[in-house]
Each structure stands twice: as structure tokens, then as C-alpha cells.
């Protein structure tokens, strides 16, 4: 039996307790504005791994540098992002989410203005990654928050509007993204999309200090000793895994050697897991208790494989709309406005019913993703103007609406019976897989469109690249089918 928690106050913060009696909680009454806040600081670092998909050829050109040092420019904040995200939610879980989000602003905002007013490339790379690490110590105290915040159906409207914040980021980048970089001007547009983010996240750093609520130490609180050991064997695993993709994208070979010390590093951070928790101490993730909970392995798997098939095709089609017609990075945006839409229409609506339709939403959701994006694969290619607008437009549409209704209720229901003492180690682990699967399928679904649009054309490689999204949506699918199944079988 997992251990349940009841929060002690309205605080938000909680205590290992072995009495089910969820009564002893009170509600916060400023937890939809906790949320707020929260969600603020969520789409602010979640939009700039996006944000920058329009901006490769004005960064590359504004910088007098190569294809493959930009590209480190956009993989390299996911890099530095996945290694920190498991870590950042154990320490917010040990000390206290509002301190964790003030120390990631504060280097979230000076690591954004180091990339804007940076003179080199190499000086933008650097920032760029340190923008990652502070990054990844913010978004998981949005899961830790909602979970020791909400209970009951409540839950599941915020992580709604957490898969809102997820999608709409995600989706919204590339029109953000341009719509700057027309107003700014095409050579030093690109230092707005990060210098943008020094006002928001002051104004986002007073809101927490007012807002979030400090951590209450008490006797009887968990140890809050880190897990340093466990952290460098995840971040050794994550690491791996990441770095040999990114640098397969700039054009490197010779990491790919390091894939080998994967399975190596991730059976020595189980078994170090194991370990500890035997020891009595506290683990960086207690993997043993995560796997006995109901559906937390399996929403894991499926959210890795979504975003491995999702994240690379907005990725291709700007660079498709760009490089391959001509268009600025303004109307590559404005073009996919409509899945931006169709992600902030179903993502807040989808939490509303999760708690009574369950996996059923998740697997009409990538259905209905899968659909909308064969229809983009099959009318995109060739076509040029309002022509290609017309008959896009409500592919991408009926693309956003299944992708928001994906995001949230996986979160929803991964997270389910995950206690809120580990709300933040466990959704970290949620994300990462979220951002490797970003990673290894902008890489991929790029190299796919690289190597059919210089063969063919680049209608061909377009074509080639979302029909391999669809492939990586369909495994997802199989995954959330076979989730369902076990849900029933358990009711």
C-alpha cells in the first residue's frame, strides 16, 4: 500500500499521514490564483523551447554562424531542461515550491538576458543553457502545486489548465516567435524573443513572493536531504540519451557512443534508488512505489511517445514554410495559429471530464491528432498561397483540439495517486520523458525531411516527416488502448 498525504493547512503544505480521512484538508481559497501565477511561470519556460523554431534562419544569419552551432541554440535548452527537471521537483518537494520558483526565476531572467545581449554565438550557447537548467527548476513546482493544492474533480480542472499551459506553449511558439521577430526586424528581432522575458518574469517573481505560500518546516516532515547519487546517475542517463541526439542534429557522429552508457546508468540509478529507500533515507524518486501505482508507467510511456511524434512536426512545418516557399517567419506563425486554437479550446475542457471518462478522452484525443495531421501530410505538399491556407487551416485545427485533449488528462492520470510529498519528483519524471521525446523526435522527423526534401523535394520531405509523426502517434496510441484496457480490468 502506498502511503496517502493530507495537507495539514491551507497552506498547500503536506505530511505523510496514514489515515485516509481526506476531511482533516482544507482547501486554500487562493489556489486558483496560486494556479495562475504558477501557470505564468510554466508557459513562460515551456514557450522557449517553441519559440525559437521560427528564428533558425534570422539567428543564423544575424549571428554570421553555421546550421549546427543554431541548432545547439534550440537543443541545447532541452538538453539542460531534461537533466534538471526530476531534481528540481525534489528539491521543491524538499524545500518548498515558492523557493525553488523565485531561485529559477531570478536565473530564468538573467540567463534570458545573457542570450538576448550576448555578442557571440558561443556566448548565446552557453546562456542558452543555463536558460535550460533554470528552466527545468521551474516547471515541475506547477505538478507539485496542483497536487497538494486540489483534490477530487478540482484536480482535474487544474491539471486541464496545466495541459493548456503545456499545449498553448508548445503550439503558440512559432506565432510568438514571429510575430517578434516582424516587428523587431529580421537581424536582431531574435534577441526580443528572450529579452521579452526579463520584464514577464519580474513581475512574475513579485507575483510569487506575494502569492505562493512558504513551506512550513515541522518534526515530523520528510528528510529533506537530496539524494545528490541518485541525481548524478538520472542526470548521467538523461544525458546520454539527449547529448548524442542533439549533436546527430548539428551533424556529430561520435557521441552516439554514448548511448551505450544508458541502459548502464539507468540500472545503476534503480538499483541506488532501491538502496536508499532501504536504508530508510530519502530517494531522489522512489521508483519501487511509482511503478505499484495504477497507471503512472503506463501515462509515462504515452506522454513520451505523444511528444516524440508531436513536437517535431511544427518544427518541420516552419522550417518547410520557410526554406521551402519563401514565407517569413511571421506567416509561418500565423499559419499555425489555428493548432494553437484547436490546443487552448480542448485542453481546459477535456479537465472538466476526466475524472468520469478517464482514458477514453486520451485515446480519442490521438485519434483525432492523427487524423488532423495524415490530412496536413496529404494537402500541405505543393501547394503554395491561399490555396495552402485554406486547406491547412482546418487540418491544424482538428490537429490542436486532439493534441490539447492529450496532454492533460495523461497528466491527470498519471498523476492520480501519486502522494503530494513526491508530487514534484514524480511529475519532473513525467516531464523528462516529456522533453526526451521532444528531443529524439524534432531530431528525427528533421533528419527525415532533410534527407527526402535534398533527394526529391521539399514537399516530399514535408510529407516524409509528418507521416513519421503519425507512425510515433500511432505507437502512443497502441499504449493508451492497452492503458484503457488495464483501467477497466481493474474496475
Avoid at 456 to 485: C, E, I, M, N
Wanted: glycine share 14%; hydrophobic share 50%.
Amino acid at each position: 500500500m502506498s502511503e496517502r498525504v493530507v495537507p495539514r493547512s491551507s497552506t498547500g503544505e503536506d505530511h505523510p499521514s496514514h489515515h485516509d480521512d481526506e476531511e482533516q484538508w482544507e482547501p486554500d481559497p487562493r489556489r486558483w490564483r496560486i494556479l495562475g501565477v504558477s501557470l505564468v511561470v510554466g508557459f513562460m519556460s515551456l514557450l522557449d523551447v517553441s519559440i525559437v523554431n521560427v528564428a533558425v534562419p534570422s539567428m543564423q544569419a544575424g549571428l554570421d554562424t553555421s546550421a549546427g552551432t543554431i541548432q545547439w541554440v534550440v537543443s541545447g535548452y532541452a538538453l539542460t531542461f531534461g537533466l534538471v527537471l526530476v531534481a528540481g521537483g525534489r528539491l521543491g518537494d524538499a524545500y518548498g515550491r515558492r523557493r525553488l520558483m523565485l531561485i529559477g526565476l531570478t536565473g530564468f531572467v538573467l540567463s534570458s538576458a545573457a542570450v538576448g545581449l550576448a555578442p557571440t554565438a558561443e556566448t548565446v550557447v552557453a546562456a542558452r543553457l543555463l536558460q535550460g537548467a533554470t528552466a527545468g527548476l521551474l516547471t515541475p513546482q506547477n505538478s507539485g502545486l496542483i497536487q497538494q493544492l486540489f483534490r477530487g474533480p478540482e484536480r482535474g480542472r487544474a491539471f486541464g489548465l496545466f495541459g493548456f499551459t503545456v499545449s498553448s506553449a508548445s503550439a503558440a511558439g512559432p506565432v510568438i516567435g514571429g510575430a517578434i521577430i516582424a516587428l523587431a526586424g529580421e537581424e536582431d528581432g531574435w534577441r526580443w524573443l528572450f529579452l521579452i522575458n526579463v520584464p514577464i518574469g519580474v513581475v512574475a517573481a513579485i507575483a510569487v513572493v506575494r502569492m505562493v505560500p512558504k513551506r512550513v518546516r515541522r518534526e515530523d516532515d520528510d528528510d529533506p536531504r537530496i539524494d545528490v547519487p541518485g541525481a548524478l546517475l538520472l542526470g548521467a542517463t538523461v544525458l546520454c540519451l539527449l547529448y548524442p541526439v542533439v549533436s546527430v542534429e548539428s551533424g556529430a557522429r561520435l557521441p552516439l557512443l554514448l548511448l551505450l552508457g544508458v541502459p548502464l546508468f539507468a540500472w545503476g540509478f534503480v538499483r541506488w534508488e532501491h538502496h536508499t529507500v532501504g536504508r530508510g533515507h530519502p530517494p531522489l524518486l522512489d521508483v519501487a512505489l511509482l511503478r505499484r501505482l495504477p497507471g503512472y508507467a503506463s501515462g509515462l510511456s504515452v506522454g513520451t511517445l505523444y511528444f516524440t511524434g508531436f513536437t517535431g512536426l511544427l518544427l518541420v512545418l516552419s522550417v518547410y514554410l520557410q526554406e521551402g516557399l519563401g514565407w517569413t517567419p511571421l506567416m509561418a506563425g500565423l499559419l499555425l495559429v489555428p493548432f494553437a486554437l484547436g490546443s487552448a479550446t480542448s485542453a481546459p475542457l477535456v479537465g472538466r471530464w476526466i475524472s468520469t471518462v478517464g482514458r477514453r478522452i486520451t485515446v480519442a484525443a490521438l485519434v483525432t491528432t492523427m487524423v488532423g495531421v495524415v490530412a496536413v501530410a496529404l494537402v500541405a505538399p505543393g501547394r503554395e498561397g491561399t490555396t495552402l491556407v485554406l486547406l491547412a487551416a482546418p487540418a491544424l485545427l482538428l490537429a490542436g483540439l486532439g493534441g490539447g485533449a492529450v496532454v492533460s488528462p495523461n497528466i491527470t492520470l498519471t498523476l492520480a495517486d501519486v502522494p503530494p510529498r513526491m508530487g514534484g519528483a514524480a511529475g519532473g519524471a513525467l516531464q523528462t520523458g516529456q522533453r526526451i521525446g521532444a528531443s529524439i523526435g524534432a531530431a528525427l522527423l528533421m533528419t527525415v525531411y532533410q534527407v527526402v526534401a535534398g533527394s526529391v523535394s521539399p514537399g516530399a520531405g514535408l510529407r516524409a516527416a509528418l507521416l513519421t509523426g503519425v507512425l510515433l502517434l500511432g505507437v502512443a496510441l497502441l499504449l493508451a488502448v492497452r492503458a484503457l484496457r488495464l483501467e477497466r480490468a481493474r474496475a
